[in-house]
């Protein structure tokens, strides 16, 4: 079973972005495993998370690692598809993406000798706060939303683990596992409702 059908069934957010969060944050049983996020403090953690979530979402999992290595000042898209071993027109892309969303800027300048024109690339980082203020704000409202879901209802279980189901649905199916035939027990979200309402005070700290 594709993790994206247990999430809808689990819940009524299948949004990418609380999904992402979701795992990343450690939500449900998925502790914050990626190195990166090692010895931060959590309000650190959030905001580079919604920061990851959101570009991510925007130019892809390459154009993420592109982003990460443009540096405080200006450079070059030949020497970031250099860095980041990834292709040129691939950088390009990305840069062009990141232009029209009014969070790069470029300058050309003309090489006196060959006559070739470089273009030099920088981040602007005070439309990235914008974005991701936004962004967080976006986030804050479906962890609300996603909060009273899990206050309101009442869980069944796959003891195989297969997926969760709200009461109706656990009943409706005789309480066996629709995928395993495996039985279909309560299951306790106390540790879920805590971690969302964790989650929603540290972000609004960031706001
Ligand atoms: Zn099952």
């Known amino acids: 079973m594709q993790e994206h059908e247990k999430q809808q069934l689990a819940g009524p957010f299948p949004d990418e972005l609380v999904l992402r969060s979701d795992a990343a944050l450690g939500v449900g049983n998925n502790p914050i495993s990626d190195s990166s996020y090692h010895g931060s403090d959590s309000l650190a953690v959030i905001e580079e998370v919604i920061h990851r979530a959101y570009l991510s979402k925007l130019v892809g999992e390459e154009g993420l690692r592109i982003v990460e290595c443009i540096p405080g000042e200006e450079i070059t898209d030949e020497r970031l598809a250099e860095l980041t071993g ?57 962890l609300e939303e996603r909060l009273v879901y899990e206050k309101e209802n009442i869980f069944y279980a796959c003891t195989e683990g297969c997926a969760r189901f709200v009461f109706d649905e656990a009943s409706d199916a005789n309480f066996v596992c629709p995928f395993c035939q495996g039985s279909l027990e309560y299951m306790e979200n106390a540790k879920v409702v805590e971690a969302i309402e964790k989650q929603i005070k540290d972000l609004k700290a960031c706001l």
């Not at 969070?103 to 914008?130: H, V």
């Open 86 to 142: 990834i292709s040129l027109n691939t950088v390009r892309r990305t840069l062009y993406l990141l232009y029209e969303h009014r969070l790069a800027i470029y300058r050309r300048k003309r090489d006196p000798d060959s006559g070739w024109l470089t273009y030099l690339w920088q981040l602007c980082p005070e439309n990235f706060d914008k974005a991701l203020e936004s962004e967080a704000k976006r986030l804050l409202r479906k």
